[in-house]
């Protein structure tokens, strides 16, 4: 049976409790970084304009399928801040909420106390139906769909939903020369994305009042994905950075705060009605130029990158670098020119609130490995 409660702070097993710390650096175009004394201001995470907030009159019964790992989190809460009522619906393996690093202990009081938890797993339909039609919800935000099955008894049980809002993935466009992607490019479906894509294909089908959000790369304090950890790791130990060809491909991160902002700019935004919006950072970035940015980011000397040809090495089932070896980033006109969306941080700032608030404070989500690193360097290379 489902079961609605409130978190209390007491109630949470392994917290997260930090002091406030976050930090803002100059615009970072991708070009020659120089390494000249940084200051470090401190920056409060708030929305930008008044227009993000709504009034008690809209408050909305809002349930988010996900929420405790990484964009949930962030979104989570802001929907609090506004005045929603929000439930989260996970399979209870982690603590439905944690204090955030920079997040006060008034703030975290607050936000546990209006938090709902509905414990269940998405994959028992059955389930899904029963629990979603008897409590009603006016908007689901899916963070964790990968498949349009799961989705499916979510609008089966909840027939007069006001929105679905959905995190697709900007890995569903078709490899392409023209770069770089918009919302009307064509798609891959054979991607691995491909559940993304025919979950998009589902909501239009239902006739239903969805918005999709397209991300890029995404990165912040919290990332579970060895994103900018994977550059902080070796940049902490001093090695060298091994970065795939010539490290000049060019791609696109944006940071999660933002990202949970333009999840909030959609709701109840007509603009937004039975669109697609590709989130990311406003600026493109090199490889090269981003182990640079990290290291800038995190106060670090500027790092020895190796250059390597992938055809060259058998890693087996390892990972020798996180991003894909190609070109891979979008455009987000649309998203400024349709809801006036504009990103709080830039790429060495966001870099910094990472760091500073997350890996800097001794948290990292995994373990460094170095082992297709050793093999990289094991040969001769040419360092630059």
Known sequence: MARFMAVTPSQQNNQLSFSPLASSLSDFSGTKLHYSHINFKRKQWQPKSASFYVSA???????????????????SRLLVKEGHQVTLFTR????????LPGESDSDYADFSSKILHLKGDRQDFEFVKSSLSAKGFDVVYDINGREAVEVEPILDALPNLEQFIYCSSAGVYLKSDLLPHAEVDAVDPKSRHKGKLETESLLQSRGVNWTSIRPVYIYGPLNYNPVEEWFFHRLKAGRPIPIPSSGLQITQLGHVKDLARAFVQVLG???????????????????????????MAGGFPEPELIHYNPKDYDFGKKKAFPFRDQHFFASTEKSKSVLGFENEFDLVGGLADSYNLDFGRGTYRKEADFSTDDIILGKTLVSV
């Open 57 to 75: 009159s809209s408050t909305k019964k809002i349930l988010i399928m996900g929420g405790t790992r990484f964009i949930g989190v962030f979104l």
């Open 269 to 295: 935004n007509e603009k937004a009605s039975k669109e697609i919006f590709n989130i990311s950072g406003d600026k493109y970035v090199t490889f090269d130029g981003l182990a640079r940015a990290c290291a």
């Open 92 to 99: 209870g393996k982690a603590p439905v909420t944690q204090q």
